[in-house]
């Protein structure tokens, strides 16, 4: 039998240390669950809110609704020659998914190392860093239909994937919850190294054929050294989309900043990194009463301490007006909003 709460404090399930309140709480741990909850025709009435590991989520107020936890778990694989499925449920921890791959000899997801949030989330965001996205890994997912409650299998095509976006945030929001993800990975690696951090951080340690494993581990101590630990600071990583401008736009920019940090984006446009971004505009290391940026990264907002939902979100709007007056570009939130 499903147990619903009811006035449950939301503080430790989001990365931020947010103290808010769900009107209605429900954890689940299996798609029957799922079923079950939504036989009940008072849930569909009600705005529902599904978090995974709460990693990306800013709680600006209580949420009056009915808060979905997914505690799916469960990892398993098959090997067919080269390839490999691996399939985890959605309530699965991102990086222990990693973890498993990489300690498997499964190659792919080294370079997603230490990503916060769940296995749920992924195709949602369709994650990604030092190169590799979501995408390049993923093989399908199973999602309930909230609306018929049947089960539904998404291919990599059906997903819609760009850059941090799927069919989920758009076409097909708050229509479907994703209950497991299944990946295509390799049993011989091909490494992808074209993200200048993980060579040098190679070079450093004199590793000159690296395996997923040291690929992972320098992925990891990249990580470290630039982002905080949720569990010392509240934080969600990165809160702002790097920006994809024309390569016009671009070329406006370089001739007034010529050492602005860019990557090519494909289809003459120039992907900015939002952290440099942030940092011209004097922003890194920066406290505003209970909140601030990260001294090693101006592109994660942290709380201090007490800090309000409201506080982070009134920060991030500054930042978005300072970048927009000084380069012209406009930020985008990459972090859900609750409001």
């Not at 997801?109 to 769940?118: A, H, K």
């Not at 089960?151 to 941090?164: A, L, M, Q, T």
């Not at 004199?206 to 949720?230: E, M, N, W, Y």
Request: glycine share 10%.
């Amino acid at each position: 039998m499903l147990q619903i709460e009811e006035n449950v404090s939301l503080k430790n399930f989001n990365t931020f240390g947010i103290e808010a309140q769900a009107r209605y709480f429900v954890e689940i741990n299996s798609e029957e669950e799922l079923a079950e909850l939504f036989m009940d025709p008072q849930w569909h009435q009600t705005e529902r809110l599904v978090i995974g590991g709460g990693s990306n989520l800013l709680l600006v107020k209580n949420f009056e609704g009915l808060v979905i936890r997914m505690n799916i778990r469960g990892i398993a694989h098959r090997i067919n020659y080269d390839e490999v499925l691996v399939e985890a449920g959605g309530g699965e921890n991102w990086n222990e998914l990693v973890n498993y791959c990489v300690d498997h000899g499964f190659a792919g997801m080294e370079n997603l190392t230490l990503i916060p949030g769940s296995v749920g989330a992924s195709p949602i965001q369709n994650i990604g860093a030092y190169g590799v996205e979501l995408k390049d890994v993923f093989e399908s997912s199973r999602a309930f239909e909230i609306a018929t409650g049947q089960v539904k299998i998404f291919s990599k095509v059906d997903c819609h994937f760009g850059y941090r976006e799927s069919v989920f945030k758009s076409a097909l929001k708050g229509q479907y919850i994703i209950t497991s993800v299944k990946f295509k990975l390799l049993a011989t690696p091909k490494l992808n190294l074209s993200y200048g951090a993980i060579e040098q951080e190679l070079n450093n340690r004199g590793i000159s054929q690296p395996t997923i494993k040291d690929v992972s581990q320098v992925v990891a101590a990249i990580r470290v050294s630039k982002l905080p630990d949720p569990s010392t600071i509240g934080n969600s990583g990165s809160f702002f989309k790097n920006p994809v401008i024309s390569a016009g736009q671009f070329q406006s920019i370089i001739a007034q900043h010529p050492t602005v940090s860019h990557y090519p984006a494909g289809e003459g446009q120039v992907k900015l990194a939002a952290g440099w971004l942030i940092e011209q505009c004097g922003w890194k290391g920066k406290v505003v009463g209970h909140t601030g940026t990260w001294k090693n990264q101006a592109l994660v907002l942290v709380n201090h301490g007490g800090a309000t939902g409201q506080e982070i979100y009134d920060l991030s709007s500054q930042i978005i007006d300072s970048v927009y007056q000084r380069f012209g570009v406009t930020l985008e939130r990459e972090v859900n909003i609750i409001q």
